[in-house]
């Protein structure tokens, strides 16, 4: 029979048989769900001999940093080192509007940056990752759509490179039964029920040339956004619920003065595996708060959009 703690109980001894008594970890920590239960139960295995590393890219949301050290090293106790990397990030993307070579770039740039840690560390023979049932059957059949359109953010490549041999322990796992075992463990309920989010980070929801003052406009919009689904019970409804920053300002007023300023689009879809999606018929009283809070709190922006296109024919992210 299937319960998350005989999974954990098998996993577990499979991951100390593979590891040894000596042998050594790293794990590349998203914020996602995923990684963080792959860790989190590598961590009950074989505890302090993994090292997690969380890469902030600068492209993350607002407190996801501090939010991440809270769980994995403060509550988990999970070996955790976090590599502020975000003028990195940034100086590669300068002039960059290609949302292909966006991803590509910023793709490698979080490659480089865990392979130098990787060597700064030393030592570890194994990289885990939390790669899914569904993940396997993709590689090896026909390809989600999304696979083929846009280039997913992963660390492949790396074991070779670094001569890592790979630990995978969510291997046979759907999302929910990942979702159970991390529960099982311990993980919060916040970090389990958390709306997908791309490993590009908010440069593919900068349409146009990611800068510090576009991130700083759309983390400051993202986290409005999310409180006001939050606060209306959406939530857990939404697949995802997100702002994406265009490259048009068009003209406002607020007071007696005149603005000219940016356009944010709103984007909520109800999905079932991401693989399509539907937009959300949100409240209308929901939207014209959300709207009234972004154009009030946030400056820079004078004028909210909402998207209403489903997958297919459009993405869910826009870039
Ligand atoms: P699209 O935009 O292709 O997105 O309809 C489908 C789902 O995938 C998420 N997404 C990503 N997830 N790395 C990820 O881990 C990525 O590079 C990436 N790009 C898109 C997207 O948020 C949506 O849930």
Known sequence: DWSPAAVIGAQVERIREAVGERGRAICALSGGVDSAVAAALVHQAIGERQTCIFVDTGLLRDGERERVEDWFKNRLRLNLRTVAAGDRFLERLQGVIDPELKRRLIGHLFIEIFEEEARRIGGA???VQGTLYPDVIESVSVRGPSAVIKTHHNVGGLPERLNLRLLEPLRELFKDEVRAVGRELGLPEELLGRHPFPGPGLAVRIIGEVTEERVRILRAADRILEEEIRRAGLYDELWQAFAVLLPVSTVG??????????????RAVTSVDGMTADWARLPHEVLAEISRRLVAEVRGINRVVYDISSKPPSTIEWE
């Open 125 to 127: 023979e194994f990289l």
């Open 253 to 266: 007023v607020m007071g007696d003065e005149r603005t000219y300023e940016r356009v944010l689009a709103v």
